[in-house]
């Protein structure tokens, strides 16, 4: 990614958009760089969140009066907002709100998993999935009697393709792969997976938790049968997230949760289901949740994904030569480069990263430390746990340098 795009990027102004990152601790500026956990939330947001609470809150789909009407709109059309946003060109029949990522796994693995697999049928996942993908489907398969394999990782921390090619087989019936992992910031080269499945009749789903927001993407590009993602982890709110499914696919599945909005007719005996996507969204949705995320999306395009991109790229690098410098430090995941996303994953020789994590809390920089939902691959990499420094679109290299700082403390602590 070109120093022209990075400088286009006007940090300082976007800061201004994040009251909360003037916040001080013990007289030190807030240095936030645990984003791939969530991220922070701009004022338009927040103002977007207010005015509907202020203005037109109501119940969707339920009532004739004016509210009603205003907050319906607004809750649907958040969905053609979304499918906009990473290309489904199906629109909002192919966008189902949940409440996050892991929920649209869950999602996809009882409405299609429980029915769809049995003994014989392979689901095959990445080393290094995130718990989300990768708890949800070993329960499935041990419920469906569905085998679970999983494609290597090399010793860079990308996916050996070679491998996957072999796995990837007419028995598989799922593939579900991380398109940025959260630990190794690795970008899987995820339409060739998609490839890989679909020459055998296997359906994809990626987990674009960590991709979303901080990429441009196209869902009918990778050609993904699935795709999910959460509003709070792209300067949108908690308690939405969303899943792409294709649309033929979606209308086979059965519901996940059952109850008011998802029916058309309902009977003592039977009950019949409502049109896509509402069949998969059972109750009183998150509506101020949505109109946050549709500001959240504004937002980010206003500064340009591409942009984003490039920023974030640029400070992992600036973190990866910071950190490769010290002979003590241990980076995970592969080299800077575009395979790799904007997070760092790593450990300082002799310090557990839950004290690293707390003595840099004493300097106000915020990071994430343990096995960031991704045990297994803990255990590959043969550490209990990790360090983590995630970045988004507010951060600086000046706050990178004080993360290098924190660790050199942390150093002098531990001789
Ligand atoms: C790659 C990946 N997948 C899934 C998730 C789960 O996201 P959520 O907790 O919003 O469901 C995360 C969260 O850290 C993640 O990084």
Redesign the pocket.
Known sequence: MSQRNLEALDVGAIREAFPILQREFNGEQLVYLDN???TQTPDPVIDAMSDYYREYNANVHRGIHHLSQEASIAYEEAHDRVAEFIGANGGREEIVFT???????NLVAYAWGLNELGPGDEIVLTEM?????LVTWQQIGKRTGAEVKYIRIDDDGRLDMDHAADLITDDTAMVSA?????TLGTVNPVSDLVDIAHDHDALAFI?G??AVPNRPVDVEAIDADFY?F?G??MAGPTGI?ALYGKKAILEAMQPYLYGGDMITKVTYEESTWNDLPWKFEAGTPQIAEAVGLVAAIDYLEDIGMDRIEAHEQELARYAYDQLDAEPDVEIYGPEPGPDRGGLVGFNLEGVHAHDLASIMNDHAVAIRAGD??TQPLHDKLGVAASARASFYVYNTKAEIDDLVAAIDNARQLFA
């Not at 409440?99 to 796994?105: G, H, I, S, V």
């Open positions: 791939a956990a969530t409440k996050n990522t892991t929920e649209a796994e999935e995130h718990h989300a993908s991380v398109h940025v992992s959260n987990d938790a960590q999910a959460s709070h982890k997230g960031h939902c």
